[in-house]
């Protein structure tokens, strides 16, 4: 059976149904992917959509303490910035390496990669992830924040250069959002 696969991605808007109807959002991307496969004289097409979208929450404080709160929890859960836009407040890493935990969060809270033999793939695989997060301003005088979590990983020293999807489970949005939360309220 051979199969051919197909990436295109499409910038698309990101968020959580609890957002605020206005305001600049995290980028997410849309991956299309199309597998043809051919066997038993016929071919077929299949179209599967992985659409990752951005965790938001409401910290009880302004700009300037949850953009510092922000920075600090990444540095606390060992994540290298490759990106910050102090203007916008945007900051994160779009390419971070790692293997079992990201800072304090177990790998297999942070994103499912699939699995094999009852084992998931975030557990034992090699996982790069972009994690980006960004604020803005709310009417009432707090800040909004949301996160964008999403990777590929790939088996370790397997010479396979086929990378696996990797799609949030929401747990490493929640720690961070949980400890600007933390840091803005004094705790």
């Known amino acids: 059976m051979r199969a051919a696969i197909l990436f295109v991605g499409i910038g698309v808007f990101g968020g959580c149904a ?71 407040k945007i900051l994160g890493n779009t390419s971070l390496r790692t293997r079992r935990r990201v800072g304090s969060v177990p790998m297999i809270r942070a ?18 992830l972009e994690i980006m997060s960004m604020l803005a301003p709310t009417p009432d ?20 250069p086929n990378d696996v999807r990797c799609t949030s489970l929401g747990g490493l949005e929640n720690k961070i959002s949980e400890m600007v939360a933390k840091i803005v309220a004094g705790k």
Not at 142 to 148: A, D, E, K, M
Not at 150 to 157: S, W
């Open 18 to 88: 609890s957002r605020p109807a206005a305001g600049p959002e995290l980028v997410a991307d849309r991956a299309i992917t199309t597998q043809t496969v051919q066997g038993m004289g016929a071919s077929t097409g299949l179209n599967m959509v992985n659409e990752a979208s951005a965790v938001g929450s409401t910290i009880d404080g302004n700009m300037d303490a949850s953009w510092s709160a922000l920075q600090s929890v990444y540095v606390s859960l060992e994540i290298p910035l490759t990106k910050r836009d102090n203007e916008k």
């Open 111 to 128: 994103v499912d990669c699939g699995g094999e033999s009852g084992m998931p793939n975030a557990e034992t695989y090699d996982v790069t």
């Open 141 to 160: 005088g707090r800040t909004r924040l949301q996160t964008l979590v999403q990777g590929t990983a790939r088996r370790p020293a397997s010479g396979n």
